[in-house]
T-cell receptor, first 114, second 113 residues
């Protein structure tokens, strides 16, 4: 089945220690998104790639960066995680940025910062 | 700007009860509307969508109708099951906002046997 895969499902890192979360997709979609979701809240968009074009949200902290080396993979790098960065991180894809396009979400990576 | 407002949860129901989750929106343009569902510990799954006024989206016994006159997209299911326990998010995408998703705050539904 075509899908969005996130690894690992659970990640523990130490305060200030860089961490990378990964996302891959077999849908061959042009757009890949990263969201942060804190408990009982709606997902918050951090940034997205349209092909190789990176689009950062205005309120995304500089501590968060992303790489997309090819169509299938996208990475979220947190340079110096703080306790406030503990959250579920969701990757999503869509075929393009058309109005009617739904997004397909991965299962998420739950990040714990100790 | 765009916004989505959902009824606050948790909503607790007995099995086979009728479920309604209210959702209203404001949008700059003519949005597409979505309901996503998130089961415990999982990512979001698209439940249904509607792209123009009076469209009805339906899936797995859930329905929602795009009501432009009342700017609403209420989710309904006639007979819920324990397996419907989840968090439900109403969302819109609007060309004026680059077609990014704007989510409501989510409504937690708990169905008891």
């Amino acid at each position: 089945d075509a899908m969005v895969i996130q690894n690992p499902r659970y990640q523990v890192t130490q305060f200030g220690k860089p961490v990378t979360l990964s996302c891959s997709q077999t849908l061959n979609h042009n757009v890949m998104y990263w969201y942060q979701q804190k408990s009982s809240q709606a997902p918050k968009l951090l940034f997205h790639y349209y092909d190789k074009d990176f689009n950062n949200e205005a309120d995304t902290p500089d501590n968060f960066q992303s790489r997309r080396p090819n169509t299938s993979f996208c990475f979220l790098d947190i340079r110096s995680p703080g306790l406030g960065d503990a959250a579920m991180y969701l990757c999503a894809t869509s075929r393009d940025r058309g109005l009617r396009r739904e997004q397909y979400f991965g299962p998420g990576t739950r990040l714990t910062v100790t | 700007g765009n916004s989505v407002t959902q009824m606050e949860g948790p909503v607790t129901l007995s099995e086979e009860a009728f479920l309604t989750i209210n959702c209203t929106y404001t949008a700059t343009g003519y949005p597409s509307l979505f309901w996503y569902v998130q089961y415990p510990g999982e990512g979001l799954q698209l439940l249904l969508k509607a792209t123009k006024a009076d469209d009805k989206g339906s899936n797995k016994g859930f329905e929602a109708t795009y009501r432009k006159e009342t700017t609403s997209f209420h989710l309904e299911k006639g007979s819920v099951q324990v397996s419907d326990s989840a968090v439900y998010f109403c969302a819109l995408s609007d060309e004026a906002a680059g077609n990014k998703l704007t989510f409501g705050g989510g409504t937690r539904v708990l169905v008891k046997p």
